[in-house]
């Protein structure tokens, strides 16, 4: 659960070093005119809003002309929650307190008693139209689209699941609004499962289960976004059964996301699994090198000013493997330094910015992925590998092999030979020497150490 002390703190340092950044950006004139009054607002912790208040409303126009894409792009960098700015005139009277934070707040606080708490509230960048498709998702995203806008569906509930970052709830919000736009009568409801069992349980405190049941289970569509948080949660699993048996029965949809695959949902009930598996399970893999490009070109697209060349999009999309979120985050942020320094983007700066993410991206290579690779790509038998045969058909790739986990994997040279049939770590310095040699004299050679690095780096 989100704590007004636990954001705020970071909203604060995260202002600071934004103003910093502007100052040094724009220059102590214009920034002690038009920045420097500036203040925080009011953060909605549900929508990703955070208000700037300035002194006046001419004020508050000036600067959203002149900074307002700065600006977001810096706080969207600098604290990937805050998703939106609003620069507006200070309200009247007695300032709010500086942060206010409505998530998971319990429904006293004032935004959540005026809203309907069930209103879905949909991440609007997050569509279909902007769900790039690619061998990695595209059942799911098929899946996906058929429950949003099929007329009846042959499949209920539709369970995606996959690891962190990967689009599980893209789809979800996806799901959502084409289904409300086809339908603008029906109800929708959308929450966290987190969300769920704080709800039930403060409806089992208010004495309202009743009104609790029945918006969640008039409701035409469902969407549970990352059910794992209830494992164990034995009496929030009880009332999601009954919520899930009853939508499903009378036949409305159910959507349900995961960071794992059914059988791996140690602690959720036996009844629950079983109920998810009368409808469709569908996973969403890594991305590979393909769907990285296009997801960085379709991002691109969209970030105005941006001029990456192409190689650029290509470095990225081979080094940044761990998850489509860190991607985006490091997209926003090539272009919050470009745009702050005013440098073209080309590799080295990359690595610069980048330093950190790309050091965490940076793949453990094993060295018998290596040998599979380079077996494969000479066509040999992997058992050559650590075989004792000195034909020449089967020693040099074997060189390959040792001079590539040499490169590619921090192992050592006693190592190496150990996991090469049990070689003498001689060997292996001779093997790295000689491939090295050969490489700089032989190109075919040089283009196989090439591609084949360039394939186990994912
Ligand atoms: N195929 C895709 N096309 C475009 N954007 C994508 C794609 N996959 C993921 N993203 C983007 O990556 C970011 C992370 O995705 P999302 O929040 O949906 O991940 P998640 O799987 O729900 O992760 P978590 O389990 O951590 O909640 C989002 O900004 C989303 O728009």
Redesign the pocket.
Known sequence: MTDAGTVAAPLEAAWDSIRLGLRRDCGARTFDGWLKPAELGAFDGDSGELEIFMPSQFMADWVESHFGDRLRLAWRTSLPIVQDVKIVAAPDGPRPAPLLILEEIPAAAPAEAVRDPSAPNF?K??RFE?????K??EVA?TAARTLATADSVSFNPLFIH????????????AIGQSFMERRPNARVVSMSAEKFMVEFIRALKENDTIGFKSRLRSADLLLI??VQFIAGKDSTQEEFFHTMNEIITAGRRLVI?S?RAPQDLDGIAPRILSRLSWGLVAD?NP?DYE?RLN?ID??LAVLPGVEMPRGVVEFLARRITS???E??GALNRIAAYAMMTGRAIDVAFVEEVLANVLRANQRRISIDEIQTQVAEHYRIRKAEMTSARRAREVARPRQVAMYLSKQLTPKSLPDIGRRFGGRDHTTVIHAVKQIERLRAADSELDADIRLLTRQLEG
Request: no cysteine.
């Open positions: 991440d960048r997050y902007t769900f790039v498709v690619g990695a998702n995203a996959g690891g962190t970052g990967r689009g599980k709830t893209h789809l979800l919000h976004d990352d996301t960071d969403i991305a769907l997801i379709a991002k998850s489509i979120r991607l985006e």
